[in-house]
């Protein structure tokens, strides 16, 4: 328990070194480490800056170091997204193996334990009610939908994760009411997935029944708009990422199916598919039960008609002696419970009782 508490308090300290240290002079690239991020804008063109670039003093209008030290996350809207997505993003993307000739291809497995821990504030936003994602886990070889967002919306924290292998469906949960700085660490361990915020965990599912796709990180600012007029900012003061999985595994084919970012309640074609055999297989079983019970049932009708023929057959005859039963088939006939089926007894034989016979054979 000391070595835990120990563990916890030089983390804390770290941490509040970390803000300490920061300083409104240097780049993001030279106060955090970023060379295993790349960075995706919402300029016209929505560019891609590489791990190398923002290790060497990259700052831009969409991402800069603010007055207070934090890395910055600008997007305003009206500005240009990338493929399959139509609102715009500042956003930093996990690089596994960066000096990988595809690096976006080497992802983690879901089996693997990783961790993204981020302090984060929300900034100047055009709108109260302004929504964006600010941490998300999507998957390389999966569908496009994330299985995980943490959004801001309103002053809350809502985190949304997919309950099913084709991120058709969702299950959405509320973290908590935010303002000022806060934390959000999210982990998938063991196969499950778990969110905290400001320390408290909030969610702890298992989700590798289903997901079985490799997977990364993003954080920043992925504004929820199409509005010209749309702006917002997320300020960053902590930022640490970390996997078990040894420069990821490389991700050889892609997911086709559609995007589906929403959560939806509609049934899925497999769903469709499972319930279809489901409905066969027990309607299967329903008729074959049917017909072995009516089986069974003809056949005990036939077999008590033949027992009172031989019963009125001996009764007619008067004068034949009775055949005895044992008391256990006095019992179960009179029950309704005997069964016509033959029953093999077999009486043990005692070593002692074969010694003796042979003795008398003897003599």
């Known amino acids: 328990m000391f070595s835990s508490l120990l563990s916890s308090l030089i983390v804390s300290l770290l941490l509040i070194s970390s803000v300490w240290s920061l300083s409104s002079s240097k780049s993001p690239g030279d106060q955090f480490y970023l060379?295993?991020?790349?960075?995706?804008?919402?300029?016209?063109?929505?560019?891609?800056?590489?791990?190398?670039?923002?290790?060497?003093?990259?700052?831009?209008?969409?991402?800069?170091?603010?007055?207070?030290?934090?890395?910055?996350?600008?997007v305003k809207g009206g500005g240009g997204?990338?493929?399959?997505?139509?609102?715009?993003?500042?956003?930093?993307?996990?690089?596994?193996?960066?000096?990988?000739?595809?690096?976006?291809?080497?992802?983690?497995?879901?089996?693997?334990t990783n961790t993204i821990e981020v302090q984060y504030k929300i900034g100047k936003l055009d709108s109260s009610s302004r929504r964006m994602i600010i941490q998300q886990i999507k998957s390389k070889d999966g569908p496009s939908g994330p299985l995980l967002q943490v959004q801001y919306d309103s002053g809350k924290l809502i985190a949304i994760y997919k309950t099913n292998s084709a991120g058709t469906k969702g299950k959405k949960v509320t973290l908590g009411s935010v303002s000022g700085k806060f934390k959000v660490k999210t982990q998938v361990s063991g196969g499950y997935l778990k969110v905290w915020l400001n320390n408290s965990r909030k969610i702890n599912v298992k989700v590798s029944s289903y997901w079985k796709y490799k997977n990364?990180?993003?954080?920043?600012?992925?504004?929820?708009?199409?509005?010209?007029?749309?702006?917002?900012?997320?300020?960053?003061?902590?930022?640490?990422?970390?996997?078990?999985?040894?420069?990821?595994?490389?991700?050889?084919?892609?997911?086709?199916?559609?995007?589906?970012?929403?959560?939806?309640?509609?049934?899925?074609?497999?769903?469709?598919?499972?319930?279809?055999?489901?409905?066969?297989?027990?309607t299967i079983c329903?008729?074959?039960?049917?017909?072995?019970?009516?089986?069974?049932?003809?056949?005990?009708?036939?077999?008590?008609k033949l027992e009172d023929n031989v019963k009125e057959s001996g009764d007619n005859k008067g004068g034949d002696t009775p055949m005895m039963e044992s008391?256990?088939?006095?019992?179960?006939?009179?029950?309704?419970?005997?069964?016509?089926?033959?029953?093999e007894i077999t009486v043990p034989v005692d070593d002692n009782d074969e010694e003796n016979q042979n003795n008398d054979e003897q003599k």
Not at 91 to 104: D, G, K, V
Not at 252 to 259: C, G, I, R, V
Not at 327 to 337: I, L, M, P, V, Y
Request: proline share 3%; charged share 20%; aromatic share 14%.
């Open 35 to 74: 060379n295993k991020f790349n960075l995706q804008l919402p300029d016209s063109k929505a560019s891609t800056i590489e791990p190398s670039k923002l290790e060497n003093d990259y700052e831009s209008q969409y991402f800069y170091t603010a007055s207070d030290g934090s890395m910055t996350f600008y």
């Open 81 to 112: 997204t990338t493929s399959g997505s139509k609102y715009p993003r500042s956003e930093l993307r996990q690089i596994c193996n960066p000096s990988a000739s595809s690096p976006t291809r080497y992802n983690w497995p879901i089996t693997s």
């Open 216 to 282: 990364y990180f993003k954080a920043g600012n992925y504004m929820q708009s199409t509005s010209s007029s749309a702006y917002a900012t997320v300020h960053v003061y902590y930022l640490k990422v970390s996997t078990s999985s040894s420069n990821c595994q490389y991700t050889s084919s892609s997911f086709t199916e559609d995007s589906f970012e929403d959560d939806s309640s509609a049934l899925e074609a497999t769903d469709i598919v499972g319930i279809c055999i489901g409905v066969f297989i027990f």
């Open 286 to 304: 329903a008729v074959g039960g049917f017909i072995y019970w009516r089986k069974r049932k003809i056949a005990k009708a036939s077999q008590i």
């Open 327 to 343: 008391d256990g088939a006095e019992t179960a006939k009179s029950t309704g419970a005997y069964d016509m089926d033959e029953i």
